[in-house]
C-alpha cells in the first residue's frame, strides 16, 4: 500500500492535480464554462486551499494505489494512460451526467465539455502514475 513507487506517483499527481487542475478548470475552461452554468453563484469565488490541496492528495493516493493493481502486468505509459481515460470517462461523463439529470448546475453542452477536460486531466494522471511506476518498480 505504501510502496515507493506508490509514495512518488501519489506525490506527483497529487501536484499534477492541483497544478493541471488550475490550468484546464480556472485558466483554460473557465472561461468557455462560465457561459454554460445553469446556477450562478454555486461555485466559491475564492478555492479553500487546504482543502483542495488535502482532495488533491487523498484522489491521487486513491488513483496511485488503484493503477497498482490495474497496470501489474505492465506499468508504463500504455497500461497508466488507459487507466486515466477509464476514470475520465466515469467521473467526466458518468458522475457528470448523473449531475446534469439530478442537479441544475450546468447545461449539456457544459457537462460534455467538461467530460473532454476530465479524460484529458485524468489521461495525464495516468500518464504520469504509469511513468512512475514502470521506472520505479
Known amino acids: ?8 506517483s501519489t506525490i506527483v499527481t497529487a501536484v499534477w492535480g492541483l497544478g493541471g487542475g488550475f490550468l ?3 485558466i483554460i475552461a473557465g472561461p468557455i464554462l462560465s457561459d454554460h452554468v ?3 453563484g454555486v461555485m466559491k469565488v475564492e478555492a479553500d486551499m487546504a482543502f483542495l490541496a488535502l482532495g ?3 484522489q491521487a493516493f486513491g488513483f496511485s494505489s488503484i493503477y497498482r493493481k490495474f497496470g501489474m502486468d505492465n ?4 497500461s497508466g494512460l488507459n487507466m486515466g481515460l477509464l476514470v475520465g470517462i466515469m467521473i467526466g461523463l458518468g458522475e457528470k451526467l448523473i449531475d446534469f439529470a439530478t442537479a ?4 449539456m453542452q457544459g457537462t460534455l465539455i467538461n467530460f473532454v477536460i476530465y479524460i484529458v486531466f485524468f489521461g495525464v494522471t495516468g500518464l504520469l502514475a504509469g511513468l512512475i511506476y514502470q521506472k520505479v518498480s
Open 38 to 40: 445553469v446556477t450562478p
Open 75 to 78: 506499468y508504463g505509459v500504455s
Open 104 to 107: 441544475n448546475l450546468m447545461d
Open 24 to 26: 484546464l478548470w480556472v
Open 1 to 8: 500500500m505504501f510502496s515507493k513507487a506508490n509514495l512518488i
Open 56 to 58: 488533491c492528495l487523498i
